[in-house]
């Protein structure tokens, strides 16, 4: 099954989605630090709210934080 990731920030703004047709990615984990470009992320939650037979989206709650990059 497909997958679409859409990363918000903490105001509720769309930063960037990401569409997994093969389903290869891993779904992100709470805690877990990623990159979206050069800014260091934090996952607040994840949540499914699009899931059908073809394709599960989830919203992906991240915040800025500090660190090394």
Not at 9 to 16: C, K, L, P, T, Y
């Amino acid at each position: 099954m497909a997958r679409v990731y859409k990363f918000i920030d903490v105001s509720g703004r769309e930063m960037h989605t990401v569409k997994d047709p093969d389903d290869k990615l891993p779904i992100p984990a709470n805690r877990q630090v990623i990159f979206i470009g050069n800014d260091r992320m934090e996952v607040e939650s994840v949540k499914t709210f699009g899931d059908t037979e073809v394709c599960a989206v989830y919203s992906v709650r991240v915040r800025t934080t500090a660190g090394p990059n």
